[in-house]
T-cell receptor, first 112, second 117 residues
Framework: SQQGEEDPQALSIQEGENATMNCSYK?????LQWYRQNSGRGLVHLIL?????REKHSGRLRVTLDTSKKSSSLLITASRAADTASYFC????????????FGQGTELSVKP | GAVVSQHPSWVICKSGTSVKIECRSL??????MFWYRQFPKQSLMLMAT?????????EQGVEKDKFLINHASLTLSTLTVTSAHPEDSSFYIC?????????????FGNGTRLTVT
């Protein structure tokens, strides 16, 4: 398994603004997943994007994947204070029984 | 659907004692579960892969005799921290996948905060 590297490490924005987080990885993948972790809680799965997909939406979330650059981005539109959390990307080879390795994440703070 | 329950949510124990943490998949069967630990302001570190009916697979540097994992059924995996020491104090999180293969997200429990005094 490989881990993704999220950038920036921390992001602070005002409510209503958009938040963009980036993820880079090193080798070929089967899919890439994004998770959110609220302080003191477990992770929540947000979106899974397959290697043959370029963009995926879920509500206010938009994920893009560029396999040629080995990078992905997560965009949260019209952010809310409740979006304050850490966000992690996890590239998956798809052949290791679901095993995922996580990087340091992006700590997002949305100020009301 | 896909709920993972972890118990207890927090525990305080004395140095030298053992602590058992349970991870249950409530509405699905999980042949594979994963145990992570997380220190404050740090990422999750994968400790081991728990396979139903067989021995767990530990990541490099994780002591299997100290962190005992048992996955006796398709809905339950347990992690026992044996002879706990203050440096074992951490946030332990389990996760499970509904289908251990391609394109299956992980479902996480809410974690267990262990404090060893």
């Amino acid at each position: 398994s490989q881990q993704g590297e999220e950038d920036p490490q921390a992001l602070s924005i005002q409510e209503g603004e958009n938040a963009t987080m980036n993820c880079s990885y090193k080798t070929s993948i089967n899919n890439l997943q994004w998770y959110r972790q609220n302080s003191g809680r477990g992770l929540v799965h947000l979106i899974l994007i397959r290697s043959n997909e370029r963009e995926k939406h879920s509500g206010r979330l938009r994920v893009t994947l560029d396999t040629s650059k080995k990078s992905s981005s997560l965009l949260i539109t019209a952010s809310r204070a409740a979006d304050t959390a850490s966000y992690f990307c996890a590239p998956s080879l798809g052949n290791q029984g679901g095993k995922l390795i996580f990087g340091q994440g992006t700590e997002l703070s949305v100020k009301p | 659907g896909a709920v993972v329950s972890q118990h207890p949510s927090w525990v305080i124990c004395k140095s030298g004692t053992s602590v058992k943490i349970e991870c249950r998949s409530l509405d699905f069967q999980a042949t594979t579960m994963f145990w992570y630990r997380q220190f404050p302001k740090q990422s999750l570190m994968l400790m081991a892969t728990s396979n139903e009916g067989s021995k767990a697979t530990y990541e490099q540097g994780v002591e299997k005799d100290k962190f005992l994992i048992n996955h006796a059924s398709l809905t339950l995996s347990t992690l026992t921290v044996t002879s706990a020491h203050p440096e074992d104090s951490s946030f332990y999180i389990c996760s499970a996948t509904m289908a251990a293969g391609y394109n299956s997200p992980l479902h996480f429990g809410n974690g267990t905060r262990l404090t060893v005094t």
